[in-house]
């Protein structure tokens, strides 16, 4: 199975940004779909941001405007750049990848938005 190891989590305040990566083990050229999930304390986990191989990104409402996931094929390695960042925006947050029937996840990669 495909490896992933997310980063760049952090505390940051209200209106801040931050940029998270997802490093997978192998190629993600082939991969149908990566995406972003976070989960909150009490919460159960939720889509934030998803991209295909080819086609259009999808974003919850909650974050569209707000919210950009990108890829790098050549890099294995897919991004979510956050920015306008507010407290409900805190959770633990995770990369998936859904390729062959198979679902990988990574260890997630905490964000809180706190003064």
């Known amino acids: 199975q495909v490896q992933l190891v997310e980063s760049g989590g952090g505390l940051v305040q209200p209106g801040g940004s931050l940029r998270l990566s997802c490093a997978a083990s192998?190629?993600?050229?082939?991969?149908?779909?990566m995406g972003w999930y976070r989960q909150a304390p009490g919460k159960q986990r939720e889509l934030v941001a998803a991209?295909?191989?080819?086609?259009?990104?999808n974003y919850a409402d909650s974050v569209k405007g707000r919210f950009t996931i990108s890829r790098d094929n050549a890099k294995n390695t897919v991004y979510l750049q956050m920015n306008s960042l507010k407290p409900e925006d805190t959770a633990l947050y995770y990369c998936?990848?859904?390729?062959?029937?198979?679902?990988?996840w990574g260890q997630g990669t905490q964000v809180t938005v706190s003064s």
């Open positions: 998936n990848a859904q390729y062959g029937g198979f679902s990988s």
């Open positions: 192998e190629s993600i050229f082939n991969i149908y779909l």
């Open positions: 991209i295909p191989s080819s086609g259009s990104t």
